[in-house]
């Protein structure tokens, strides 16, 4: 059986009798987020997670918009966070050394009805105290994004719209938890929660550990119902909703600089044209609901697929000859009785739920978890007291990532010649970049994990250039055999294991 | 600034277009030629597949009367070839950016780090890839482990002695898929399903026929227009939407259809068609500059590494007519 690293815990520290003040059940964007607030005080935090790394589940989906929140519902809790946290980001993104660009938005009206639309939403995003909207003419939307139809009407512009990496940024968060001595355990799946009506609770996992707590704070996305059974949780119902994204290569990336939005109807917002941080176009979502036991919620389909080419084109029609190299499904935590559905002492005093975090909650995540923090001291009692000697961003040393390339420097590729052996050809990878990462404070040990912190393998090749090689560097670094070296945690390995027959098929 | 270097002739791509067309140059007393590769080693694809007692030999040279060969003994010649010769040899070179009006390639390598070189012909050798699952366009689904290039099926079998799957699936039906097959059969697994969206395999009669010796695999020419891949961790089967018939395997092998590796053209801003991102020859296989050259696979289709090499000789002889012209 191979060792694998699940945190920063070992099984002396679990079994330890010593209660966390909190747990945080989930490990996604906003599990992390919260992770990283509460670093900030004299607590011990255990993050947990059933997946082998943070951000694993629907927030790797994400489109990565840091929204204004100029469209939001006015007055929800939502909108209150999204609009804050937008104004957070730039700061946020500068302490955790994650890339952020304020590409901008524009709303699109290409027919009378739509072009009378923009009025309201204009109005909307005011009131939602995004006040530095404006509208154009039809020949100012032309100017700024020459690639729009030629019949476009008239358009909405958001200046402060912006986006960032899905992937760097729980990861981000969760570094500067780990270093200010929060715990974080991977492949940790809740199977019980014993003495959920005690001030000390036990959270069982499937490897029948026992983890004594004084909160439980659940967030985790599609898997919060199943929690909130085990502790008896309030009524609610999570109905996942698929959004497919296209991928496309980075050469249409110029012909567009900022987020293209339709005019949303009644049904839908519609599909978007969103630059990624990473250089290339995306196109989505698509929303179809899911019961909680599908399987296909994260599977692509052929018919949603071309429908979303048909949609995005009708903002950007030179799409249709563009090459898409990858498609992807993303998955919003819909709650049914609500977004932003948070109860505190929910069931049992010390445990809240905190779920319908939809796709906003990447761009909330920051303010989300302050709010957590004060309904935690306010509601289940939890004792705040600033830790002197917490950091609250990542070390400037901390390598910078895909976005700036070590080669840009020859100096340093003759410092480390690992960093001049280039691994992934499509995005330009070297070696040097995936052991810095292998030997970062999380231990990513999956190839989606190097995938998300590198980029390897996430060209416009999907893999066919640099998987293997990946493996066989996570391999011999890190002491794996390469038949052990998996996608996503164990049982998603490379190869099949050997039969006791040998060559034999399984029938 | 980084430092650069001038050369004749640039040949970005050591596989057998690239070494074709060095050879020819080094043969017709052209001096000062760099070959470029970005991997380890010279060879490209054919190296991949290695030499072994009772292994499946995929290669034909039918200079030498149709003779089957194993790749890496053809990447082997190819390198015997190339040692007789004063080309200058960059391994480990990955060009990170072209400039075409200049004649400049800039490249990252572990004892240089970034350098540009220019040169008065620069041959673009940079092969194929296989279409991923979203450029097939008919191939959704989930995105488990165990969904496979041919390249990556050569890398676990003959670079590492593991075998991928032993109930493969195979997508795409052309001479690589049946060679991937018998590759696989001859590792132990069962005879592949090959599936493909047209009603007869795109592999010929005769070259089904040679690789019948190792293995006969069942095609399946699928109406559908739409082939899922099941799976949540790793490939469990492939969903015939239309027939809703669900074939179990577990691993799947994406198989040909080659597509051209124009990115660095691209880049520099040649004309390349899209989305084949087939570059635009002219004649002479010259690119829409002056001075740039393709050669190989990257000039679209599916070749064989002996028209490769025969290829980017005659591309060499047009790149020296240029070099006359212009000098």
Known sequence: MVDWPDGNLDAAVRFDEDPYDVIIVGAGVVGCALAYKLSQYRLRVLLLDKNYD????????????????????????????????????????????????????????????????????????????????????????????????????????????????????????????????????????????????????????????????????????????????????????????????????????????????????????????????FGNLIAGPTAEDFSLDDEEVTDT??????????????????????????????????????????????????????????????????????????????????????????????????????????????????????????????????????????????????????????????????????????????????GIPLSKITKRGPESEIVPAPTAAGNEGKG | MNSTKHFSVVIIGAGPAGIGAAIALYKRGVKSVALVERSDKIGGIPSLYKKKKGGVRTFIRWSRGGIPFFGEDYAHWLGEQLSKTDVQLWLQSQVIEIEAKENRITLVNPDEGRVSLTAAAIIMACGSREETASERGWLTGARPMRVFFTKQLLQLIDGNGLLPMRNPVIIGSDLIAYAAAAKLKVAGAADAIIVDNRRRPKCSYFERLYFRRWSQPNFRGVAAKSVEVVGSKTASGIRLSREDELIPCDGIVLCGELIPNSELALQGNLKVELPSRKPVVGRDSQLSEPGWFAAGNILGGFHGAEWCYFNGRRVARAVINHLSQSS
């Not at chain 1, 994400?62 to 909108?79: K, M, Q, R, W």
């Not at chain 1, 995936?434 to 996430?458: F, V």
Request: neutral net charge.
């Open chain 1, 301 to 478: 389909t052929l018919e949603m697929l071309q429908s979303l080419l048909s949609g995005a084109s009708r903002l950007f029609p030179g799409l249709v000859d563009q090459p898409v190299i990858g498609t992807f499904s993303g998955v919003r935590c819909n709650c049914s009785q609500g977004s932003y559905w948070i109860r505190s002492n929910d069931g049992h005093q010390g445990i809240v739920t905190v779920t319908g975090i939809r796709s906003t909650g990447f761009t909330s995540s920051p303010t989300l978890a302050e709010y957590l923090i004060k309904e935690l001291h306010e509601k289940c009692g939890l004792n705040l007291e600033k830790n002197p000697n917490a950091v609250d961003s990542r070390p400037e040393s901390n390598w910078p990532g895909w976005w700036q390339r070590p080669f840009a420097n020859g100096e340093l590729v003759k410092q480390n010649p690992d960093l001049g052996k280039i691994i992934c050809y499509c995005e330009n990878i070297s070696r040097g970049e995936i052991i810095q990462h292998l030997d970062s404070p999380l231990k990513p040990r999956t190839l989606d994990a190097i995938k998300r912190r590198t980029r390897a393998q996430m060209g416009r090749c999907q893999g066919f250039d640099c998987q293997i090689k990946v493996a066989e560097i996570i391999s011999e670094h890190c």
């Open chain 1, 54 to 277: 943070v951000g694993e589940a629907t927030s790797k989906g994400n489109s990565a918009i840091v929204h204004t929140g100029f469209d939001a519902a006015p007055g929800t809790l939502e909108s209150q966070l999204v609009t804050q946290a937008s104004r957070q980001w730039p700061e946020l993104a500068e302490k955790l050394k994650i890339p952020f660009e304020k590409c901008g938005a524009m709303v699109l009206a290409i027919t009378d009805e739509q072009n009378k639309q923009l009025d309201t939403i204009h109005a909307k995003a005011v009131s939602n105290g995004v006040d530095d909207v404006r509208l154009l003419s039809a020949a100012q939307t032309r100017e700024l994004e020459p690639s729009v139809p030629q019949d476009v009407l008239g358009g909405l512009l958001i200046p402060r719209e912006s986006i960032a990496d899905p992937f760097t940024t729980s990861i981000a968060y969760a570094e500067v938890a780990l270093a200010n001595g929060i715990d974080i355990l991977f492949g940790a799946e809740i199977v019980e929660i014993e003495d959920a009506d005690k001030t000390i609770k036990k959270l069982v996992t499937a490897r029948n550990d026992r983890i004594a707590t004084r909160i439980i704070v659940n967030v985790a996305g599609l898997g919060s119902r199943r929690l909130a059974d085990l502790y008896g949780g309030d009524e609610f119902d999570i109905n996942p909703r698929r959004g497919q994204f296209l991928i496309f290569d980075k050469y249409s990336r110029s012909a567009i600089k900022r987020i293209l939005l339709p005019i949303p109807t009644a049904q839908t917002k519609g599909v978007l044209v969103i630059p990624t941080i």
